[in-house]
């Protein structure tokens, strides 16, 4: 299993420009998720799906929408890019037998807002 | 408003057991989550639960409202960012720290 992936790994922006990152799990995971990783500020939620066809706001949604596509894919889309939004963005995804919240992440879209 | 603390770095001598601490005023937090995380990785779980636990050299002590995440032996190659999370009951998301820099000096 690749587990979970996300493209592209960088991207440079002009303000203004849009883009969407996308994220994919195989893990056959129902609820996936949406971070955002700045310094001094670790892990912050922007947008979660807790299944396909649903989406619900996180702690920092502002400037962002997303799509559940299916049950595999979660994309994350900037309308008019901001330097605001230079971050580090990480998608993961749940696990759901264990009986705990244990998230796998993926490997990370390091975006630079110019 | 419910948040996740620890500390923004924790230095250790190579060998030694560094412990990196947490606590939480997140409502009806169960579980806590311990996580490692190497610039330009995946964050990856180390340890979890609601009681006591260890995972090879990573031990995890478990209050209501804290947590501790013990290294074991620990070396210069973990060095990192270490983010300690917790979630409530009947909830889909979990609530990050601010991530602890592990600093290690031989």
């Known amino acids: 299993n690749a587990g979970v992936t996300q493209t592209p790994k960088f991207q440079v922006l002009k303000t203004g420009q849009s883009m969407t990152l996308q994220c994919a799990q195989d893990?056959?995971?129902?609820?996936m998720y949406w971070y955002r990783q700045d310094p001094g500020m670790g892990l912050r939620l922007i947008y979660y799906?807790?299944?396909?066809?649903?989406?619900d706001k996180g702690e920092v949604p502002n400037g962002y929408n997303v799509s559940r596509l299916n049950k595999r894919e979660f994309s994350l889309r900037l309308e008019s890019a901001a330097p605001s939004q230079t971050s580090v963005y990480f998608c993961?995804?749940?696990?759901?037998?264990?009986?705990?919240?244990?998230?796998?992440f993926g490997p990370g879209t390091r975006l630079t807002v110019l | 408003k419910d948040q996740v603390f620890q500390p923004s770095t924790v230095a250790s001598s190579e060998g030694a057991v560094v412990e990196i601490f947490c606590n939480h005023s997140v409502s009806n937090a169960y579980n806590f989550f311990w996580y490692l995380h190497f610039p330009g990785c995946a964050p990856r779980l180390l340890v979890k639960?609601?009681?006591?636990?260890q995972q090879g050299r990573y031990n995890m002590t478990y209050e209501r409202f804290s947590s501790s995440l013990l290294i074991l032996q620990v070396r210069e190659a973990d060095a990192a960012v270490y983010y300690c999370a917790c979630e409530g009951r009947n909830t889909d998301k979990l609530i990050f720290g601010t991530g602890t820099r592990l600093q290690v000096f031989p």
């Open positions: 993961a995804s749940k696990e759901e037998t264990s009986g705990y919240n244990e998230q796998f």
């Open positions: 799906s807790a299944s396909e066809g649903t989406t």
């Open positions: 893990m056959n995971h129902n609820s």
């Open positions: 639960g609601s009681k006591p636990s």
